[in-house]
């Protein structure tokens, strides 16, 4: 039998290693992650990530993660595979409302996952692109999450920025940061187009197919906002958690320099 190879990884190293980074006592932090990222041997697995933030942050603190479900979204848009036009209807009538205990999340990662199952979670109501909290401050975070503009004002995103909160990103990139897309919300630029969305959601016990204004999202230059705002600002701060490369952002910053970035370099082709 082939013996394991690498470095432990448990609780209390994945802890020391989050306040290397700069995690500390009181930190508003939401995370992106690849739990594949950090190492083949995780004591504990995805649960032991949980608790080390947790931990790091404290009492005091808050840790957020996107709980996305966007495959509760309207058959007529889906590519990877189309359904037959004639499956719709049934579709949009059948589809189980969006439900925070019971609807799982749709291509976000195993630690998401396990993170928005804690009873001391907070999961937000958006049916397509909610997010869950805990900590001190989680009712405030995920607890009004409005059905239009789902990553605006009225969203996680934007209570993040009120609490000076900070972006981990643990073995992903930019382009898997979802704060930019408030900077999306905030900037004029050319390409910008309003949509319409569509979910099953229950109002009063009762699903029903809804309607929600949005803006459509475009997360294909992130990467390169995150390359700017840390070559222009040095406010970065890069390590390891686990194996896993890690960076930590001020997100108040990144989203402002981000609603500044785009009217600049989003042109219309």
Known sequence: MEEVKGSLITVETLKSDFIRLGVCPGMTVIMHSSFKAIGSFVVGGPPAV??????????????????HSGDLS???????????????ETIREQMPAYDANL????GMGVIPEMFRKQDSVI??????????????????????????????????LARIYELEGYVLLLGVGNDSNTSLHLSEIRA?????????????????GTRHWAQFKDIEYDSSDFAAIGDDFERETGLVKRGKIGGAEAMLIPQKQLVDYGTAWLPVHRKKL
């Open 123 to 156: 999961r937000s109501s958006h049916p397509l692109l909610s997010f869950a909290a805990w900590g001190e401050r989680a009712e405030y975070i995920a607890g009004n999450h409005s059905l239009e503009y789902s990553l605006g004002e009225p969203s996680p």
């Open 50 to 67: 949980i608790l080390a933030l947790e931990a790091a942050v404290g009492g005091k603190g808050n840790v957020v993660m996107p709980t």
């Open 188 to 204: 004029d630029y050319e390409t910008k187009r309003e949509i319409i969305n569509q979910a099953p959601i229950k109002t009063d």
């Open 103 to 106: 609807t799982p999340l749709w």
């Open 74 to 88: 309207d058959p007529a848009g889906w590519e990877n595979p189309p359904v037959p036009k004639e499956w719709w």
